[in-house]
């Protein structure tokens, strides 16, 4: 009875553990401007996102995006300025983890009517890839809509963010060692310096200096990072010596000689 209590414990444990962040759909202010007329409306979604409870550095990550507009905070299509096929492109900030800061998604919306409400797709997925491990926040970002992600006709920026809901966000480190940013281990060999974009090492170019090992056979070590070549001291000595014979038989030749009497 108690192994059955146990393996049931643990079945309703674990699909907990694992299960994306949720919360209520909460609403959401933005401030739309059109790029065209630089005409602003105020608008309102409900949204809600699906955050992973855990994710993996180097592995792609995804963020569900559920949004609808509220009755009567549509978005305007402008009388000009969104012709063709547009797509919606819905953003997530991300807080507290170093390198991850955002989570991108896009979503066709077709053709709009100039002056109609926009309808836009009940949902999308945000991807990024996070390079480091750390523990963050996810929250309901930006929305555009564009015929690319660099041609926005109208831009929706979140009116009151600090009012946003945060959804906690865990990234951990590659359990294969595979990790982007790895830079390898503290105790790294001596001379080389590591790439913080993890692109290899070079060997270090730091110079050293000379050890005693390197002076050449009957050198002089200077002790200032030179060497000064063959020792001149013995020769110097002889040089000495034959100077001071040579002074000496100088004086004597030099020396008056005494006078001697006759008788």
Same mark, same amino acid.
């Given at each position: 009875?108690?192994?059955?209590?146990a393996?049931?414990?643990?079945?309703?444990?674990?699909?907990?553990?694992?299960?994306?962040?949720?919360?209520?759909?909460a609403?959401?202010?933005?401030?739309?401007?059109?790029?065209a007329?630089?005409?602003?409306?105020?608008?309102?979604?409900?949204?809600?996102?699906?955050?992973p409870?855990q994710?993996?550095?180097?592995?792609?990550?995804?963020?569900?995006?559920s949004?609808?507009?509220?009755?009567?905070?549509?978005?305007t299509?402008?009388?000009t300025g969104?012709?063709?096929?547009?797509?919606?492109?819905?953003?997530?900030?991300?807080s507290?983890?170093?390198?991850?800061?955002?989570a991108?998604?896009?979503?066709?919306?077709?053709?709009?009517i100039?002056?109609?409400?926009?309808?836009? %797709?009940?949902?999308?997925?945000?991807? *990024?890839? =996070?390079r480091?491990?750390?523990? @963050?926040? &996810?929250?309901? +970002? #930006?929305?555009?809509?564009?015929?690319?992600?660099?041609?926005?006709?109208?831009?929706c920026?979140?009116?009151?963010?600090?009012?946003?809901?945060?959804?906690?966000?865990?990234v951990?480190?590659?359990?294969?060692?595979?990790?982007?940013?790895?830079?390898?281990?503290?105790?790294a060999?001596?001379?080389?310096?590591?790439?913080?974009?993890?692109?290899?090492?070079? %060997?270090?170019?730091?110079?050293?200096? *000379?050890? =005693?090992?390197?002076?050449?056979? @009957?050198? &002089?070590?200077? +002790? #200032?990072?030179?060497?000064?070549g063959?020792?001149?001291?013995?020769?110097?000595?002889?040089?000495?010596?034959?100077?001071?014979?040579?002074?000496?038989?100088?004086?004597?030749r030099?020396?008056?000689r005494?006078?001697h009497?006759?008788?």
């Amino acid at each position: 009875m108690r192994v059955r209590l146990a393996v049931l414990a643990a079945a309703t444990i674990l699909p907990c553990a694992v299960a994306p962040a949720h919360a209520a759909a909460a609403t959401v202010v933005y401030v739309c401007t059109t790029a065209a007329t630089n005409e602003t409306q105020e608008v309102s979604l409900d949204v809600e996102l699906t955050v992973p409870a855990q994710a993996t550095t180097g592995q792609q990550l995804t963020i569900g995006w559920s949004g609808v507009f509220i009755t009567g905070k549509e978005l305007t299509a402008p009388a000009t300025g969104m012709e063709g096929e547009l797509n919606m492109y819905v953003y997530a900030g991300i807080s507290g983890i170093d390198g991850l800061t955002s989570a991108t998604g896009v979503a066709d919306i077709g053709t709009v009517i100039p002056g109609e409400p926009v309808a836009i %797709p009940a949902t999308a997925s945000m991807t *990024t890839t =996070p390079r480091n491990p750390g523990t @963050g926040n &996810v929250h309901a +970002g #930006a929305i555009n809509f564009g015929l690319t992600p660099q041609d926005v006709l109208v831009e929706c920026e979140v009116k009151d963010k600090g009012a946003l809901t945060e959804y906690p966000l865990t990234v951990t480190g590659s359990a294969t060692g595979s990790d982007p940013t790895d830079t390898g281990t503290p105790e790294a060999d001596a001379g080389t310096t590591e790439d913080p974009d993890g692109a290899g090492s070079e %060997p270090d170019n730091t110079a050293t200096s *000379t050890s =005693p090992a390197d002076t050449p056979s @009957g050198g &002089v070590d200077t +002790g #200032a990072g030179g060497l000064a070549g063959p020792d001149g001291r013995p020769l110097m000595l002889t040089g000495l010596v034959i100077t001071l014979a040579a002074v000496i038989g100088l004086r004597l030749r030099l020396r008056p000689r005494g006078s001697h009497t006759r008788t």
